[in-house]
Nanobody, 110 residues
Framework: QVQLVESGGGSVQTGGSLKLSCAASEYIFSTCAMGWYRQAPGKERELVSDIRTYADSVKGRFTVSQDNFKNTLYLQMNSLKTEDTAVYYC?????????WGQGTQVTVSS
């Protein structure tokens, strides 16, 4: 029943910034654990950030925030590198069930 919609992806040059958004169908932040994941071509989906940690590859460059009024989770990405190229997904773990957004493509070129 929970629906998540990502947006904000696109193409950017190295060193640039993007801000991804994940809009939820309802207020879920009090009952669901939220996180951002990504999947690069030919690779497994990996955790970017949950409520407590960031992947080592993005520490100091990516920041997660949320707007409770808008029911939206954000991922601010700065100093982007080519290795950040991937489809980015937000996810919500609610009462033992994980919900995924459709993903948004981020492409970083040199």
């Amino acid at each position: 029943q929970v629906q998540l919609v990502e947006s904000g992806g696109g193409s950017v040059q190295t060193g640039g910034s993007l801000k991804l958004s994940c809009a939820a169908s309802e207020y879920i932040f009090s009952t669901c654990a939220m996180g951002w994941y990504r999947q690069a071509p030919g690779k497994e989906r990996e955790l970017v950030s949950d409520i407590r940690t960031y992947a080592d590859s993005v520490k100091g460059r990516f920041t997660v925030s949320q707007d409770n009024f808008k029911n939206t989770l954000y991922l601010q990405m700065n100093s982007l590198k080519t290795e950040d190229t991937a489809v980015y997904y937000c996810a919500a773990l609610c009462r033992g069930v994980t919900y995924w957004g459709q993903g948004t493509q981020v492409t970083v070129s040199s």
